[in-house]
């Protein structure tokens, strides 16, 4: 069995080419022969009908033509000409010595031969061309007598041959060419196939920089392009969980090696002041819930991206809502001494969240504002109401952050300045945590940051209707 597709295209592409030239040459041959014969036929007919009209004013009177007037008249008429009377027996001219073999079995179709009107067929010739036999009764003749004109199609077998001929030579070209014009073609589309299985194969082995070359601007060339285009997402996406998996490692184990070396710090008594350990304890209490939040973010993110976080969202009153949130985030605004300020409308729609959900997203977005802000600085909520949504937006006064980092701040653990990540601190993960609660609400969220001048987040929530 052919498996290769490159065989299999070849192979029917001369198979085709094949099978339409011998079409074409039998159809040809019996065009050629069926035109031959049926012009020979007319002929014959209007030759007979002239021979019938010369002969039967002698036969009227009574007169049979010798052989040697007949003899003239079939020159003249092209072919052979004999008459029979009713009984079979040859009156005058030298008929084929097989001309009576077409009746030996069917004798009604002889008896036909006498009527009124004229009969035709062809007899076949093994060495020479064949023949067309034609038949004319003569009318009011005394005894039936049937008038026999055979001619032979001169040439038909040899047009016939000599097309063939030419046709065969027409096949071998055809056949040639096929098989290279076939190569060709299964070569150009099998080609690209295989750099694309090449490709992916290579991928598949771990090479993620695998890409193929078949781009063209055809189906192939399509298929090719999307599998660069998966390529490309597969290895971004394989290039993210390594990250992943390197940054969670890295931050599960600072807090781990600060509790691991402490506690044995305690246990080898090389901290006897109860001073120290109170200190040391505290340290190991700050790092555990570093911990937790880190553990609790990733759950909370993986949660989200398996579409598995439960939202329940219901009509919330923001005025109401961000003057309890508030009061829970006078804790973390004191030690720098920053100010909050909030600009909020009085007229202002409920809109649609979780407030579970949406406190978080607010205490992320605070948390990080009061992180990066400096000293007895101004941090400013401001809520704007449009025709479909509420905005809330939340600037601080701190050092902004660059324009070729504002791209990726919305992806884990990534981290522009890695010095000043581990000035300020934090998991890294509150903002791609934030980015999907909001959107999880049906919301959108943006930045918009200068450096030096600070920054602001700014979120929606659809209005509730």
């Known amino acids: 069995m052919i498996r290769s597709i490159f065989s299999k295209i070849l192979l029917s592409h001369i198979g085709i080419i094949l099978i339409s030239t011998i079409t074409l040459t039998l159809f040809m041959s019996y065009l050629v022969r069926s035109n031959a014969i049926d012009t020979k036929r007319q002929d014959l007919l209007f030759k007979g009908q002239a021979v019938i009209a010369l002969l039967t004013p002698n036969i009227l009177a009574g007169n049979v033509p010798s052989n040697e007037s007949l003899a003239r008249i079939s020159e003249l008429a092209g072919g052979r000409i004999w ?5 079979g027996t040859v009156l005058a001219g030298q008929p084929p010595y097989n001309w009576a073999r077409r009746f030996e079995e069917d004798r009604q179709e002889y008896a036909d031969l006498f009527s009124n009107s004229p009969h035709s067929w062809i007899r076949p010739s093994y060495r020479r061309d064949p023949s067309i ?7 009011e003749a005394p005894t039936p007598i049937v008038v026999f004109l055979d001619a032979p199609i001169v040439g038909v077998n040899k047009t016939v041959a000599s097309l063939e001929r030419t046709l065969l030579y027409s096949l071998l070209a055809s056949l040639f060419t096929a098989i290279i014009a076939g190569f060709l073609i299964a070569r150009s589309l099998t080609k690209p196939i295989a750099n694309i299985s090449q490709a ?27 599998f660069n285009t998966m390529a490309d997402s597969l290895a971004e996406i394989e290039q993210n969980r390594r990250n992943f998996l390197a940054n969670v490692s890295h931050e599960l184990k600072t807090p781990v090696t600060s509790i691991q070396a402490l506690s044995e710090t305690i246990l080898d008594g090389l901290a006897p002041k109860p001073e120290q350990q109170q200190r040391y304890i505290a340290t190991i209490l700050q790092e555990s819930q570093r911990l937790g939040r880190l ?3 990733l759950l909370d993110l993986s949660q989200l991206e398996a579409d598995e976080l439960s939202i329940v969202c219901e009509k919330i009153n923001l005025q109401t809502w961000l003057s309890t949130e508030s009061d829970k985030l006078e804790a973390l605004l004191t030690p720098k001494q920053i100010a909050l300020q909030k600009n909020i409308p009085e007229q202002l729609p409920h809109v649609w969240g979780d407030p579970d959900r949406l406190g978080q997203v607010l205490t992320n977005l605070m948390t990080n504002a009061i992180r990066y802000s400096p000293e007895q600085s101004i941090i400013t909520i401001r809520l704007l109401s449009t025709k479909h949504h509420v905005t809330i937006s939340i600037s601080d006064q701190g050092p902004g952050i ?3 980092d504002l791209p990726y701040i919305w992806d884990r653990f990534y981290r522009g300045d890695k010095s000043r990540a581990r000035t300020y601190g934090g998991t890294g993960l509150g903002l791609a945590i934030t ?25 929606t929530l659809p209005i509730a209707k």
Do not use: H
């Not at 980015?435 to 943006?446: E, F, W």
């Open 200 to 226: 992916a194969k290579d991928f598949a082995n771990g090479n993620y920089d695998s890409r193929t070359t078949a781009t063209a601007n055809n189906e192939i060339g399509g298929l090719g392009r999307t």
């Open 295 to 297: 553990i609790s973010d």
């Open 402 to 404: 660059s324009p070729d």
């Open 435 to 459: 980015k999907k609660l909001v959107q999880a609400m049906q919301g959108d969220i943006r930045v918009d940051s200068q450096v030096g001048k600070g920054s602001t987040f700014t979120f």
């Open 133 to 139: 036999v034609v038949t004319f009764a003569i009318p």
């Open 83 to 87: 008459l029979i009377n009713e009984n």
